[in-house]
């Protein structure tokens, strides 16, 4: 082999970083291997959430491996220099969810920074999007935290040139932030329409109302109480970017919300029910009898009545379930 023939070794790495002696230089610019951030930083707003992910990410993570951390904050919201590290993850989450993934990591980190909260980073060189494989992630992560009562400040997905925050969680502390979504893919409906739901007509003729308010054309879910006379009442949810068909990791999610709107009706009106939406945006194909059975099977065992499933898209309204519409 010839001096043109020589191959030259890459001088950086698929996150950016400068590769010597075939070794990336890991640690945040102008800090060490060992410490991060090279300062420390107060994570007080969704920007200073993706920040931190983002830069903690970039720094640390293998460019060979789909990587999850959580970076511990202590109790006002500052960075320390405690973390855990999920390495070569699956693409999917496992169908029993994040618990055990999450369990010994949320414990030790409880021992290295008593009453930390996370934010958590999904890290991959050609991450940094909304993509399938993110979210079902972030909805796993978090309802594994709920479960192992680690407070999750943010989810963010990373990669070497964007970052997109997933999921805000609470402030640390008596601090403000600018307003975020309520959790991975789900908003209150704030701009609820008012109406009473008596008859399959109405139902279609809500479906239809419900769908003009949507803020993402996305594939959602809605869930809206009604009390015993059909009155919309409480607040409803709209869960959005919903796959076409739902996966394991929805059963539980689905199931936590449901049961939450349904408490917070029942708090107006015992015999609260729900009615159910799903609302789909032109140009996608969703197993929309797939989802309704998903309702059905929760809210059955949950214990929560349906006043009826409805769907929308496009081309108009149709009814899915009666439920005590029918009756």
Known sequence: MT???TVEAPTTDAWGRAVRD?????GPPGGDRTAWPALPMQVRTDEDVVT???GFARAFTSEYFFTIWLIALDRDGWTTKDCAELLDMPARPPTTGAYALLRNAARG???LAPGCSVVIAIAQPAGGDRGQRDRAWSRALLQGAALTGLPVRGVVSVGTHRARLLHAGPVPGGMTAAAGPEEDGVRAARALPHGRVRSEHDLLDYAHRLRRTAQVPSFHVWLVP???????CGQARAVEELPAEPEPVDRLGLADLLRDVADEGRALDPETELLVVLSRPAGRDVREEAWSDLVRDVAAQEGVMLRGVAAVGPAGASILDAGTLGR
Request: charged share 45%; aromatic share 4%.
């Open 3 to 5: 001096t043109d023939d």
């Open 22 to 26: 075939g070794m990336p230089e890991f």
């Open 52 to 54: 931190c992910a983002a």
């Open 109 to 111: 980190l409880e021992e």
């Open 226 to 232: 009604v009390d015993r006379d059909g009155e919309v």
